[in-house]
């Protein structure tokens, strides 16, 4: 399990890091990316697919979350903070979630 928190967070750390590489490599603003994105099908599709992997990890974390303030803290930022922010929560909960959902042995 430990294992699996660690890929996690490294997946995010991963992905934060391309974050700030494409935002120093980008010549245009954040609206020429944006603009850029939606000019093509593809683009458009990986928007759809993106913001639907939102949803789900949205509906997972409520779900799955015991404290729904914390729960809120964690979804309502991801369209924004995006698989980052997911990430940390898979890192911080995917422990106590599974034993959460293991069945109790006598």
């Known amino acids: 399990m430990t294992l699996i928190r660690i890929l996690c967070l ?8 391309s974050i700030i590489w494409a935002i120093g490599a980008w010549d245009g ?3 020429d990316a944006i603009n850029w994105l939606v000019s093509e099908s593809w683009g458009v599709v990986t928007l759809i697919d993106l913001y639907l992997g939102f ?7 409520w779900l799955l979350e015991p404290n729904r ?10 369209p924004f903070l995006g698989n980052v922010w997911a990430a940390l929560w898979m890192a911080w909960r995917l422990a106590r979630v599974i034993r959460a959902r293991r069945p109790e042995t006598a």
């Open 10 to 17: 490294l997946g995010g750390l991963v992905l934060l890091a």
């Open 29 to 31: 603003g954040f609206m």
């Open 55 to 61: 949803f789900f990890i949205a509906v997972f974390i």
């Open 69 to 78: 303030a914390i729960a809120l803290l964690f979804i309502l930022p991801l």
